[in-house]
């Protein structure tokens, strides 16, 4: 049991390399694209912190999405049904409103080049 708990910690670091490398845009051995132009201001670099960044992000955001806003909202949605004597407009729009948006975090959503819609953004 105590080997287990060793690899887990090395298995994370390769998934966030593997991550890191996959979204840094033109691989190694291409020459880079035409339509893949980067702005000036932009470095390898940048973009490998911002793919850091969105896949952390999206390691904590998708399981509290999952997990606490949308289930959340499925029960105020219940509650105002009974308390509305049956309305299913409100509790519809509650449960549309809370369980669509985003998900998963983009390295563009952290670099301010995509929207981030969160609960109640439609």
């Not at 287990?4 to 190694?28: C, E, M, N, Y």
């Not at 020459?31 to 932009?42: C, L």
Request: charged letters at 10%.
């Amino acid at each position: 049991m105590g080997r287990q708990g060793g690899r887990q910690p090395l298995l994370i670091a390769w998934l966030v390399l593997g991550l890191v490398l996959s979204a840094t845009g033109t691989g190694w051995a291409q020459p880079p694209a035409a339509s893949a132009a980067q702005p000036a201001n932009d470095s390898p670099g940048l973009a490998a912190m911002a793919a850091v960044a969105g896949t952390i992000g999206s390691f904590l955001y998708i399981p509290f999405k999952i997990g606490v806003i949308c289930p959340g909202m499925a029960l105020a949605s219940g509650a105002s049904l009974a308390i509305t004597g049956g309305d299913r407009s409100t509790a519809e729009h509650l449960v549309r409103v809370c369980c669509t948006g985003t998900y998963a975090i983009t390295p563009e959503m952290v670099r301010g080049q995509e929207e981030f819609r969160g609960a109640g953004v439609r």
